[in-house]
């Protein structure tokens, strides 16, 4: 079965440095997320991704993060001067649609631990 | 209050038995998505249910919607060890729908 891929799957940093989260959708889907996960929190919304801009974006994704589709296969996430805070789980989603049939696939996600 | 909010935030339940997880949401939806993640690991889509539907089944899971109160229970039959996980109901919105919120999520522990 067609599965969401993230590399990789654990990244250690030292604050100030960026980052660089990678993704591979499900290969015919058309629409990708970014989501993170603070430890013992919520699932938190970061950024949709359609026909190569952003869609929609929440007041986390600052200009600090930006989002990518550098080829037909990967959607990338960079933080480009990590925080402290940025320290969470990020997951890649991807779907086929919009709306009534928006059912979201997620990777297993990136641990990000940021020193 | 947050959209998607599940109670009881948690639940131990004895292996066999079965286990129900409710989630209220504060607006309106097209579809409401129930998710499974194990601890550290991913998110594992169980099933969506439609708003014009009132209940949807997959396997041992039967998840049941209510539009006019907002709320949808997600119901684990003959449980088992592996069932252990937070369960977690996601709503989509925003602009363009494709944003899902989720909720705090329930843990369930399934004792053998």
């Known amino acids: 079965e067609p599965e969401v891929t993230q590399t990789p799957s654990h990244q250690v940093t030292q604050m100030g440095q960026e980052v660089i989260l990678r993704c591979v959708p499900i290969?015919?889907?058309?629409?990708f997320y970014w989501y993170r996960q603070i430890l013992g929190q919520k699932v938190e919304f970061l950024v949709s991704?359609?026909?190569?801009?952003?869609?929609?974006k929440s007041e986390i994704f600052d200009d600090q993060f930006s989002v990518e589709r550098p080829d037909g296969s990967n959607f990338t996430l960079k933080i480009r001067s990590t925080k402290l805070e940025d320290s969470a789980m990020y997951f890649c989603a991807s779907s086929e649609a919009l709306g009534l049939n928006n059912e979201q696939f997620f990777g297993p996600g990136t641990r990000l631990t940021v020193l | 209050s947050q959209q998607g909010e599940e109670d009881p935030q948690a639940l131990s339940i004895q292996e066999g038995e079965n286990a129900t997880m409710n989630c209220s949401y504060k607006?309106?939806?097209?579809?409401l998505q129930w998710y499974r993640q194990n601890s550290g690991r991913g998110l594992v889509h169980l099933i969506l249910?439609?708003?014009?539907?009132r209940e949807k089944h997959s396997g041992r899971l039967r998840v049941t919607l209510d539009t006019s109160k907002k709320s949808s229970s997600l119901l684990i039959t003959a449980s088992r060890a592996a069932d252990t996980a937070s369960y977690f109901c996601?709503?989509?919105?925003?602009?363009?729908?494709?944003?899902?919120?989720f909720g705090q999520g329930t843990i369930l522990t399934v004792h053998p």
């Open positions: 607006t309106s939806i097209n579809n």
């Open positions: 290969s015919n889907h058309l629409y």
């Open positions: 996601a709503t989509p919105g925003g602009t363009s729908y494709g944003k899902l919120t």
């Open positions: 991704f359609y026909n190569n801009e952003i869609s929609e």
């Open positions: 249910i439609r708003s014009n539907e």
